[in-house]
């Protein structure tokens, strides 16, 4: 007997009544008696990419795009969140903060406002935002973005 296809819980299936958790389980084909032993289901769920900062910043497939074109648009060899220890620079540094702050605020856009922006709306509003920056005497970041 399947844990997640049997309709073994009050005539139901789990991924049918539970369709997100469903989703997060790494295993899929336990069957019941392995999934039920030491509660392992729970053990197979794999909550960690759900959301995390990491995901969410660096790893989303949106993001790594964002970053792509930020990097090329700023004239940046490599842009991430995960190279601000190694920025020196405090122009980049603003910039990776400003692209961080965008991203999560089209996070909150989506999850709380149901409103879904196009990679190309993240853009202009980070270039945008950019601008408000730098009129705001963001030197250094003005500084990196003259050369656009």
Request: aromatic share 10%; hydrophobic share 45%.
């Amino acid at each position: 007997m399947s844990f997640w296809n049997d309709a073994w819980v009050q005539g139901l299936r789990p991924r049918d009544f539970a369709p997100l958790i469903f989703s997060a389980s790494r295993r899929k084909n336990k069957t019941l008696s392995e999934a039920l032993v030491n509660n392992t289901w729970i053990r197979d769920l794999n909550l960690l990419t759900a959301e995390s900062g990491l995901h969410l910043l660096v790893e989303c497939r949106l993001t790594k795009r964002i970053w792509e074109e930020v990097a090329a648009w700023a004239a940046v060899e490599s842009l991430n969140p995960t190279t601000i220890q190694d920025c020196n620079k405090k122009g980049q540094r603003s910039l990776l903060i400003l692209v961080n702050w965008t991203v999560w605020c089209e996070r909150n856009a989506r999850i709380f406002y149901h409103k879904f922006s196009t990679c190309a709306q993240i853009l202009t509003s980070i270039r945008s935002e950019a601008l408000v920056w730098i009129c705001a005497a963001a030197k250094q970041l003005a500084n990196l973005l003259a050369s656009l």
